[in-house]
């Protein structure tokens, strides 16, 4: 059967594709503009979006096998809700949702919030589901690599307790192996969370010392403060969203995020690999910046 991505063309999404293409699935995927999509040959393409009713219904005919990513924004538990509702009209049966690590404790953070009601929804509905509940994502530190090069200082306020960092191709890869192990079972499986965490646990200090190493200079924490994070936040994204990201911050600062004992044991098991590290993306991102000086 065809697997259906959305969020097709995103930092996880488009892993996803070519994970599931490399394995030899057919896929489809629902994008807003195919034409800037570059996806692999044999991708069926269909144009549209998650609130849009008629091309859900297009992209859903024919599939048994969903990977539903929502990104945050103001209507997501909406986006989700019509998505799942509209899957289960048209047939689907076999669902693998991008969640996020903690989505059952932090639930004044609205995207955490919104994501459990999603859970909640797939379960209510019966579906044969995966539930992916990743960390933080290392490549957002692409937002703030200018302030690590060129200022010496690594502004995240994530802390002292510790985030599981994780790489957004661990995340793809293990849901690509989800998606084609339920796509292919001969009956409905039960329902599985598992959560996306990278090797190694680390703070604000931690980071700043892992780049102070790669780049052979001091890099020093910016310090916990979610205020001040909003607030620069505040004048790149809509104010709503800083507020939302200012109050994920004070949950890092508070609580940490950290994995369950046995997390990076089962994804190094799944992956038959080790997982992707901080420390190699940090060299990365050093070594690039240093080609281009």
């Excluded at 969020?7 to 996803?16: E, L």
């Excluded at 699935?25 to 994008?31: H, N, Q």
């Excluded at 929502?70 to 289960?88: G, M, P, S, Y």
């Amino acid at each position: 059967m065809t697997i259906l991505v959305t969020g097709a063309t995103g930092r996880i999404g488009r892993h996803v594709v070519q994970q599931l293409v490399a394995r030899g699935a057919a896929v489809r995927v629902l994008t807003r503009d195919p034409a800037k999509a570059g996806f692999p040959a044999g991708v069926q393409v269909v144009q549209g979006e998650l609130l849009d009713i008629d091309a859900l219904r297009t992209a859903f005919t024919g599939i048994r096998t969903l990977f539903l990513l929502n990104a945050v924004a103001a209507d997501e538990f909406t986006q989700a809700l019509i998505a799942l509702n509209v899957a289960r009209e048209s047939g689907v049966e076999r669902v693998v949702y991008v969640s996020v690590i903690h989505s059952d404790r932090w639930a004044n953070v609205p995207h955490f919030a919104v994501k459990l009601g999603a859970e909640r929804m797939i379960e209510q509905m019966g579906f044969s589901a995966t539930i992916l509940r990743p960390a933080y994502f290392i490549d957002n530190e692409l937002m703030i690599k200018d302030a690590i090069l060129n200022h010496g200082v690594y502004p995240m306020p994530i802390g002292g307790k510790g985030i599981a960092m994780v790489d957004a191709r661990d995340i793809a890869e293990v849901a690509a192996i989800e998606l084609i192990r339920r796509d292919q079972a001969a009956g409905k499986l039960p329902i599985e969370t598992i959560n996306l965490v990278g090797p190694a646990t680390l703070t604000g200090p931690d980071a700043a010392a892992i780049w102070s190493g790669v780049l052979g200079r001091q890099v020093v924490y910016g310090g916990d403060d979610p205020a001040g994070f909003e607030q620069n936040l505040a004048n790149i994204m809509p104010k709503w969203m800083a507020y939302e990201m200012r109050l994920m911050a004070e949950r890092y600062v508070g609580d940490g995020m950290i994995p369950e004992a046995g997390d990076v044991e089962r994804l190094t098991r799944i992956l038959g690999r080790p997982l992707h590290a901080y420390r190699d993306f940090a060299t990365q991102i050093a070594a690039t910046a240093a080609q281009s000086a």
